[in-house]
């Protein structure tokens, strides 16, 4: 895992944005805590993103999600959600993760897609989120400055 790596934290998903005349997708803004206060916008699918939406409101489905399914079997393995990267991006759009998976001593990163990712570390007491630097100086927005009245 990279060390020079950003916190984040999930400030906005939106399951419905329009992407193009008739598309919509999702979108999971990703903000970081501290300045200069980067955000990340990633669009997503739409089911992503209310997966995400369900986890941060801590919504239990009467048959677990994809998700929940995931987080069982790595506690049933003994393992757990250690961090979550955003760790590449392509085209400033396309975008790659990676997740901690840490059991006793050992470390396992598994590649995964940020939207995964995000769900994964919204649903795990204790689970942060990141990006690499390089991440946020290729595709981190500064905050507009108010407009002058």
């Known amino acids: 895992m990279p060390e020079n790596l950003v916190e984040l934290v ?4 939106r399951a419905a944005v329009p992407m193009s005349p008739g598309q919509e997708a999702g979108l999971a803004v990703l903000a ?13 699918g739409q089911a ?3 997966a995400i939406q369900a986890g941060q409101r801590g ?3 009467p048959r677990p999600s994809t998700w929940d399914l995931f987080l069982s079997v790595v ?10 990267v955003i760790n590449g991006v392509e085209e ?3 975008f790659f993760a990676s997740l901690e998976v840490v059991k ?4 396992e990163l598994l590649p995964c897609r940020p939207s995964d990712a995000i769900a994964l570390v919204v649903r795990s007491p204790g689970a942060s989120l990141y990006a690499t630097e390089e991440v946020m100086a290729a595709a981190g927005r500064l905050p507009e400055a108010p407009a002058a009245t």
């Not at 999930?10 to 998903?13: G, N, T």
């Not at 506690?75 to 979550?84: I, T």
């Open 10 to 13: 999930v400030s906005e998903v």
């Open 32 to 44: 970081e805590p501290d300045e200069p206060f980067r955000c990340l916008y990633i669009y997503i």
């Open 48 to 50: 992503e993103a209310r």
């Open 59 to 61: 919504v239990q489905p």
């Open 75 to 84: 506690d049933l393995l003994g393992g757990k959600l250690g961090k979550a």
């Open 92 to 94: 400033s759009r396309h």
């Open 104 to 107: 006793a001593d050992q470390v």
